[in-house]
């Protein structure tokens, strides 16, 4: 490594955007250039000579050494900020910069109010302002000095970016502070509090952190609060245990001293504990122990949940490429870090409806390569669930980025909302193209872990105007992986007698028929018992996904126990949307006594985030057992879109796995 940050020339509204950094540090993460010119200006010199050139051999970490001397480098070049606001913002505006030129999508950058101010002692001989001196700059000037940087950044560079404020360890005395400005501040753009600095290192400590932490903490969790704590970086577990024990850390920042207590260790991968993980930084605190496996090898073959930060770029001199690029040196491939990514988002401190749509954009980001993934990793975790065979569903126009498109709501085609407008995207994925590679994803899925799986299109309630080119895709690659077309959105769940389909549904599932093209409808999930009968008669569905409330009304019921109708039921999203009423006896109980003709489905396992295990365990207490799963898969596979021929040859294996022949 040359020391030289490696800065991309190119224009960043043209980098493909998909990354997710969670652990990154204001002060760690600035501009050397920036702080020599500032220093430069104030008559500030951090070296003897006051030359860039002497910064950068000063700043910029050669060798691995102790976190301490990690943390004294930062707190040396870190004064020039100390007390400005203009700084301060200019360096988060920055940083929004150079984060979207490496292509990321959303990220969290961490400071310390106090540490950035001039009114608070830091030391014994630290100089302070009087707070009402006229350049004081307490730590509430510092939040919204931080605040306005990103702000403009992310108008600027197209960017999401939130802030955490850091407790530091050594100053107890701040965090009372610190929560209370999290709290001031949080509808404002700051997200959460952690806790960083020099860790207990003696292996027999129970942990690192004082009362005053801790009670800020347990508030913090009482307050709805989000909550990181760096532990485990150069501590020990018992660090970590601590931290998720009696401080409520919902992330763990580092982390990677679990590995050496196998008990914190299963506990942390059966609990889905997130781990900020900094490969660079690591190595050059001396975190990780060059004598033995290194701890993020051990998360990427056991699954667990982490992502990948550069956390103080100023001081490694890395790029998120760099930090990529020895990951890949210690064996991880595009699969690990793309999950990563996702994990990443998945764990953020957003609020749960912008992560949702933060989420979902960055499923649909329009990159031929990230979908082909996507799908490969699909089958991966299908596989490693037992999955013999699975369908999957998409909408092609969702994902692609050269369709302009419109959000209506429940079905309300008179009022639309514009959203992102696609003209000349700089890689773009048509619906065609998405198509491709998703099937591309599924394919090599399938030749590498040994799981069928086929493809679904789905058309959408919101966007009728879609539906003709959605059912002549499924025509076009019909005889390529895609077996059957579906609706979903929104239902209509104002009225008990009117459907939630227009004439443009009728006529494509119509059509649908005619063709021999296989046909499933989302209906009867939130939506009133007319939408399943509406599916079954009128657009041929052979499959209802969902259809809750068709099973609680008799008529209809009866009706599709008549034509062997299948019911893709879905335990944990049904009660997370609302799609069963808690106060009623769940439909399901009712299908699997009376025998119908139902499968067991995760629905969108990143949002409810469950397995297909947690789907049956969920239902084994509602009183389900062995057969009943046994006959929904088998259920499944005997209602899946395959050709008939496929199917017989599927329907063999899976009697034989049941030891039925």
Same mark, same amino acid.
């Not at 490496?102 to 106090?114: I, K, M």
């Not at 001989?125 to 939040?143: E, G, T, W």
């Given at each position: 490594?040359?020391?030289?940050?490696?800065?991309?020339?190119?224009?960043?509204?043209?980098?493909? /955007?998909?990354?997710?950094?969670?652990?990154?540090?204001?002060?760690?993460?600035?501009?050397?250039?920036?702080?020599?010119?500032?220093?430069?200006? /104030?008559?500030?010199?951090?070296?003897?000579?006051?030359?860039?050139?002497?910064?950068?051999?000063?700043?910029?970490?050669?060798?691995?050494?102790?976190?301490?001397?990690?943390?004294?480098?930062?707190?040396?070049?870190?004064?020039?900020?100390?007390?400005?606001?203009?700084?301060?913002?200019? !360096?988060?505006?920055?940083?929004?910069?150079?984060?979207?030129?490496?292509?990321?999508?959303?990220?969290?950058?961490?400071?310390?109010?106090?540490?950035?101010?001039?009114?608070?002692?830091?030391?014994?001989? %630290?100089?302070?302002?009087?707070?009402?001196?006229?350049?004081?700059?307490?730590?509430?000037?510092?939040?919204?000095?931080?605040?306005?940087?990103?702000?403009?950044?992310?108008?600027?560079?197209?960017?999401?970016?939130?802030?955490?404020?850091?407790?530091?360890?050594?100053?107890?005395?701040?965090?009372?502070?610190?929560?209370?400005?999290?709290?001031?501040?949080?509808?404002?753009?700051?997200?959460? +509090?952690? +806790?960083?600095?020099?860790?207990?290192?003696?292996?027999?400590?129970?942990?690192?952190?004082?009362?005053?932490?801790?009670?800020?903490?347990?508030?913090?969790?009482?307050?709805?609060?989000?909550?990181?704590?760096?532990?485990?970086?150069?501590?020990?577990?018992?660090?970590?245990?601590?931290?998720?024990?009696?401080?409520?850390?919902?992330?763990?920042?580092?982390?990677?001293?679990?590995?050496?207590?196998?008990?914190?260790?299963?506990?942390?991968?059966?609990?889905?504990?997130?781990?900020?993980?900094?490969?660079?930084?690591?190595?050059?605190?001396?975190?990780?122990?060059? =004598?033995?496996?290194?701890?993020?090898?051990?998360?990427?073959?056991?699954?667990?949940?982490? &992502?990948? &930060?550069?956390?103080?770029?100023?001081?490694?001199?890395?790029?998120?490429?760099?930090?990529?690029?020895?990951?890949?040196?210690?064996?991880?491939?595009?699969?690990?870090?793309?999950?990563?990514?996702?994990?990443?988002?998945?764990?953020?401190?957003?609020?749960?409806?912008?992560?949702?749509?933060?989420?979902?954009?960055?499923?649909?980001?329009? =990159?031929? =390569?990230?979908?082909?993934? +996507?799908?490969?990793?699909?089958?991966?975790?299908?596989?490693?669930?037992?999955?013999?065979?699975?369908?999957?569903?998409?909408?092609?126009?969702?994902?692609?980025?050269?369709?302009?498109?419109?959000?209506?709501?429940?079905?309300?085609?008179?009022?639309?909302?514009?959203?992102?407008?696609?003209?000349?995207?700089?890689?773009? !994925?048509?619906?065609?193209?998405?198509?491709?590679?998703? @099937?591309?994803?599924?394919?090599?899925?399938?030749?590498?872990?040994?799981?069928?799986?086929?493809?679904?299109?789905?058309?959408?309630?919101?966007?009728?105007?879609?539906?003709?080119?959605?059912?002549?895709?499924?025509?076009?690659?019909?005889?390529?992986?895609?077996?059957?077309?579906?609706?979903?959105?929104?239902?209509?769940?104002?009225?008990?007698?009117?459907?939630?389909?227009?004439?443009?549904?009728?006529?494509?599932?119509?059509?649908?028929?005619?063709?021999?093209?296989?046909?499933?409808?989302?209906?009867?999930?939130?939506?009133?018992?007319?939408?399943?009968?509406?599916?079954?008669?009128?657009?041929?569905?052979?499959?209802?996904?969902?259809?809750?409330?068709?099973?609680?009304?008799?008529?209809?019921?009866?009706?599709?126990?008549?034509?062997?109708?299948?019911?893709?039921? !879905?335990?944990?999203?049904?009660?997370?949307?609302?799609?069963?009423?808690?106060?009623?006896?769940?439909?399901?109980?009712?299908?699997?006594?009376?025998?119908?003709?139902? %499968?067991?489905?995760?629905?969108?396992?990143?949002?409810?985030? !469950?397995?297909?295990?947690?789907?049956?365990?969920?239902?084994?207490?509602?009183?389900?057992?062995?057969?009943?799963?046994?006959?929904?898969?088998?259920?499944? @596979?005997?209602?899946?879109?395959?050709?008939?021929?496929?199917? =017989?040859?599927?329907?063999?294996?899976?009697?034989?796995?049941?030891?039925?022949?």
């Amino acid at each position: 490594m040359n020391g030289q940050l490696t800065r991309k020339l190119l224009d960043t509204n043209k980098v493909p /955007k998909s990354r997710v950094e969670l652990h990154l540090h204001l002060g760690g993460s600035v501009r050397l250039s920036t702080v020599w010119e500032l220093c430069h200006k /104030k008559g500030i010199k951090l070296t003897p000579n006051g030359t860039f050139n002497e910064l950068m051999e000063y700043c910029v970490i050669k060798k691995p050494g102790k976190l301490a001397d990690f943390l004294s480098i930062l707190q040396h070049y870190g004064k020039f900020i100390v007390g400005d606001p203009d700084a301060l913002e200019r !360096c988060a505006y920055e940083i929004c910069e150079d984060e979207a030129k490496e292509g990321v999508f959303y990220f969290e950058l961490r400071t310390s109010p106090h540490l950035g101010s001039n009114t608070v002692k830091k030391g014994n001989n %630290s100089p302070i302002v009087a707070a009402n001196h006229p350049d004081a700059c307490p730590p509430k000037l510092v939040v919204e000095s931080v605040l306005r940087g990103l702000k403009r950044g992310q108008q600027d560079f197209g960017i999401r970016a939130t802030l955490i404020l850091s407790c530091v360890c050594g100053f107890p005395e701040w965090s009372e502070e610190v929560l209370q400005l999290a709290q001031e501040f949080k509808d404002k753009g700051v997200v959460g +509090i952690d +806790i960083a600095g020099q860790e207990d290192m003696n292996p027999l400590s129970t942990h690192s952190f004082t009362p005053n932490e801790v009670m800020a903490f347990t508030a913090a969790k009482e307050l709805g609060i989000h909550r990181t704590v760096h532990a485990g970086e150069a501590g020990p577990a018992a660090n970590v245990e601590f931290a998720l024990d009696s401080m409520f850390a919902e992330r763990i920042g580092h982390g990677y001293s679990v590995i050496y207590d196998e008990d914190m260790y299963k506990r942390c991968l059966r609990d889905g504990v997130h781990f900020e993980v900094c490969p660079y930084s690591s190595y050059f605190t001396g975190s990780i122990r060059p =004598d033995n496996r290194n701890p993020i090898v051990v998360f990427a073959e056991d699954g667990a949940n982490f &992502s990948i &930060s550069k956390d103080d770029p100023t001081v490694t001199a890395v790029t998120l490429d760099q930090e990529y690029d020895y990951c890949r040196q210690l064996g991880l491939n595009e699969v690990h870090i793309t999950r990563a990514n996702f994990n990443a988002m998945k764990a953020s401190f957003l609020p749960q409806k912008e992560k949702d749509e933060l989420l979902r954009q960055l499923y649909s980001v329009g =990159d031929a =390569d990230i979908l082909e993934r +996507i799908a490969y990793e699909l089958c991966e975790d299908e596989a490693k669930e037992g999955v013999l065979y699975f369908e999957v569903r998409m909408s092609p126009q969702l994902s692609s980025n050269t369709v302009e498109n419109v959000w209506r709501e429940e079905g309300n085609f008179s009022e639309d909302i514009p959203t992102e407008k696609y003209t000349h995207p700089a890689n773009p !994925c048509t619906p065609n193209q998405v198509i491709e590679s998703v @099937l591309k994803g599924l394919k090599r899925g399938e030749q590498e872990f040994g799981v069928y799986s086929s493809l679904i299109l789905s058309c959408m309630t919101q966007f009728p105007e879609w539906d003709k080119e959605v059912l002549e895709l499924v025509q076009q690659f019909r005889d390529k992986g895609v077996v059957g077309i579906d609706i979903a959105g929104p239902e209509n769940r104002h009225s008990t007698v009117t459907h939630s389909f227009n004439e443009d549904v009728i006529n494509t599932f119509t059509k649908a028929k005619e063709l021999g093209i296989h046909r499933t409808v989302h209906a009867g999930e939130v939506g009133p018992a007319v939408n399943v009968e509406f599916a079954v008669e009128r657009l041929h569905a052979e499959r209802i996904g969902h259809g809750y409330n068709g099973v609680l009304d008799s008529n209809v019921y009866l009706k599709c126990l008549a034509q062997n109708i299948h019911f893709e039921t !879905c335990p944990h999203s049904s009660y997370f949307t609302g799609g069963v009423d808690p106060s009623v006896r769940h439909p399901i109980l009712k299908l699997a006594e009376e025998g119908a003709n139902f %499968s067991i489905n995760k629905d969108d396992p990143t949002v409810f985030d !469950c397995t297909l295990d947690a789907e049956y365990r969920f239902l084994t207490k509602l009183g389900l057992n062995e057969l009943h799963f046994t006959r929904a898969n088998i259920n499944a @596979l005997k209602s899946s879109f395959l050709p008939q021929l496929r199917k =017989d040859e599927l329907l063999q294996q899976l009697y034989a796995t049941y030891g039925f022949i």
